[in-house]
């Protein structure tokens, strides 16, 4: 075999060793992952409100009696989707990576047989799913139920908690009742100290406290008398 056929048998070779080279490049490019840019779950954060000081604010609890009949539960269906990757909310739907949540409202705390909750929530069996405790949970989840497996961070808006619970009232056979609004804040009591006048007792009125030297000087006329009338000063002529 003379040189030229070495030559050719040489070029093949690299030549295949350079197109699988080529292949491995434009492949390896062509298959290399992107990122989305976006997180697989979003989880909100709850920002505690301070004073400016930074001490936090206590959170004044809603009047249910007075924010549930005007809550917008399509607007709370909507936040329920932050929900939809570990629950459910459909009648005899399965559990995911938390229990099925249909009827949650007016149930007990670990009511879902089929599910394995946590110790922490186990512990709380027999509490009640009442508007004020879910809402509690909602907040932050890990501060009302330290222990629980759910590691979503809460809802730091009111409003969406509002109206994720009217919502979920319509996710129930027997949602629990709405309370009446709180009554107006009573009278205000008396002074310390002072007396209050017997029940038909009318108080009389306190004394003048006029100086004699400040009383007018000139009687009040006598009953039936005309009084005389003041003098003129006659025109200037």
């Not at 809550?71 to 005899?92: N, R, Y």
């Not at 995911?96 to 949650?104: R, S, T």
Request: charged share 15%; glycine share 8%; proline share 14%.
């Amino acid at each position: 075999m003379d040189s030229f056929e070495w030559n050719k048998i040489f070029g093949a070779v690299l030549g295949t060793v350079l197109v699988i080279a080529g292949l491995n490049v434009v492949i390896g490019k062509w298959m290399a992952p992107h990122s989305s840019g976006k997180p697989g779950m979003a989880v909100e954060v709850v920002e505690t409100p301070t004073n400016g000081g930074g001490t936090p604010v206590a959170e004044a609890k809603p009047d249910w009696g007075t924010v549930l009949p005007v809550a917008d539960a399509a607007a709370g269906e909507k936040v329920a989707q932050k929900c939809l990757t570990c629950h459910d909310f459909s009648k005899g739907g399965p559990n995911k990576i938390g229990p099925n949540l249909h009827g949650i409202l007016g149930s007990k705390h670990a009511q879902n047989a089929s599910f394995p909750y946590s110790p922490a929530m186990k512990a709380l069996a027999e509490k009640t799913w009442d508007y004020e405790e879910f809402n509690a949970f909602m907040v932050n989840p890990k501060a009302a139920v330290a222990g629980t497996k759910m590691a979503f961070a809460g809802l730091s808006k009111t409003n969406d908690r509002v109206n994720l619970i009217a919502y979920l009232r319509t996710m129930s056979d027997a949602p629990p009742p709405i309370p009446a609004p709180n009554p107006a804040a009573p009278p205000a009591a008396p002074a310390e100290g002072a007396a209050e006048p017997p029940a038909g007792e009318v108080q009389a009125p306190p004394p003048s406290t006029t100086p004699e030297s400040e009383a007018p000087a000139t009687p009040p006329a006598a009953a039936g008398t005309t009084p005389a009338p003041a003098p003129t000063t006659p025109p200037a002529h």
